[in-house]
């Protein structure tokens, strides 16, 4: 029996390639891969960064506060 996969949604394909885009402008053309890489890697996670920050910040207020 085979069975035929699809992605469900090509949504966040396409914002990635977007990100990558902007990423990859004429000024930025000489960026090897890896950085390349790295920087829509970064891009595409910036907000799940910004909340581990923001927790990881409210964790040691509560430790200053119980000293």
């Known amino acids: 029996m085979k069975v035929l996969r699809h ?6 394909v396409e914002r990635v390639f977007s990100t990558a885009g902007d990423v990859l402008r004429a000024r930025r053309s000489s960026l090897d891969e ?5 920087l829509v890697l970064l891009k595409e996670n910036i907000d799940l960064l910004e909340e581990k920050m923001s927790q990881e910040d409210m964790e040691e207020e509560e430790e200053e506060d119980d000293l």
């Open 34 to 38: 890896v950085n390349f890489e790295k």
């Open 7 to 12: 992605v469900a949604s090509y949504a966040s």
